[in-house]
């Protein structure tokens, strides 16, 4: 069964500053994808960032970035220049061919002014 | 089209009643995905349609779970004999295409008194 590990309940970063989340997969696919989520308090669920696992290459958008380890099934968000709206509940994502995305338990991040 | 939309936001229901939940996903999406998430916790997958075809349920839905996507446009779910277990938020999600990553409704949390 595939899992998804995110190791840090809760973390916590001065604004400006960078923080960077955790996640680790188990799989023996080949072929899949990978998400960051991020669900700010009583709100709705958000796309951060997704990865291809073909591509070597790691995504960025704006202040978001990953870092792709596929051998070791490893998929860390980097958010830089941290701002208070980035405080919000982040989950990492799996994504198997085919279908159903799952998810981590979750890193409760916390943005200090 | 704005996004997907979840009626109702909010449900308490005393044990033993039936609930119902519906789902209207992006009008172009053709696949609608049904989660639970309980606090502190990342969303666990229930069920997924493809048009109004529903291809896969997960061993978490039992027999009360019901969900149905006539059409292949709106979805709805429903609990027959609620226990205080089903407390939890109910997400649905919908996609364009199965690798593109997910769109989320603000979810209908579920109070189980």
Partial sequence: ?113 | DTGVSQDPRHKITKRGQNVTFRCDPISEHNRLYWYRQTLGQGPEFLTYFQNEAQLEKSRLLSDRFSAERPKGSFSTLEIQRTEQGDSAMYLCASSPRQSYGYTFGSGTRLTVV
């Fill in chain 1, 1 to 113: 069964a595939q899992t998804v590990t995110q190791s840090q309940p809760e973390m916590s970063v001065q604004e400006a500053e960078t923080v960077t989340l955790s996640c680790t997969y188990d799989t023996s696919e080949s072929d899949y994808y990978l998400f960051w989520y991020k669900q700010p308090p009583s709100r709705q669920m958000i796309l951060v960032i997704r990865q291809e696992a073909y591509k070597q290459q790691n995504a960025t958008e704006n202040r978001f970035s990953v870092n792709f380890q596929k051998a070791a099934k490893s998929f860390s968000l980097k958010i830089s220049d941290s701002q208070l709206g980035d405080a919000a509940m982040y989950f990492c994502a799996y994504f198997p061919v085919p279908e159903k995305l799952v998810f981590g338990k979750g890193t409760k991040l916390t943005v200090n002014p």
